[in-house]
């Protein structure tokens, strides 16, 4: 039986860069930092109160940075989390908008990768 998602690879082309704006700008915590292979480490990170993992990993040819990506991460005051994020730098596509059921925005990360910003 399933019982949930283990960890998100996120593709990276940098992995010391990535590292800093996910733990130094979205308030992860490094897990794991271990070589994988001759060309890349293995980094693993956590959110606090979530059981899910984000990797940052170099796919190589099969997968590029940028690309589409449908990751969501869940705040308790987006709008808040949205300014606080802007006044580190983030870039975002969407600025936080209100719908009848949520409040979502969209931000880049220092690869172009977009994430998702949603109210639980």
Do not use: H
Request: proline share 4%.
């Amino acid at each position: 039986m399933i019982r949930g998602v283990k960890f998100v690879a996120i593709p990276v082309s940098d992995q010391d860069r990535a590292l800093a704006f996910y733990t130094d700008v979205l308030g992860f915590r490094l897990l794991t930092d271990q070589p994988f292979n001759d060309k890349q480490r293995w980094l693993e990170l956590g959110i606090a109160a979530a059981d899910t993992r984000v990797v940052l990993f170099q796919f190589g040819d099969k997968l590029q940075p940028g690309g589409q990506l449908n990751i969501t991460l869940w705040a308790d005051d987006v709008e808040s989390t949205a300014r606080d994020l802007k006044a580190k730098g983030v870039e975002f596509v969407m600025e936080p908008k209100r719908f009848d059921y949520v409040v979502t925005s969209i931000f880049k990360d220092p690869d172009g990768n977009c994430l998702v910003l949603s109210s639980k």
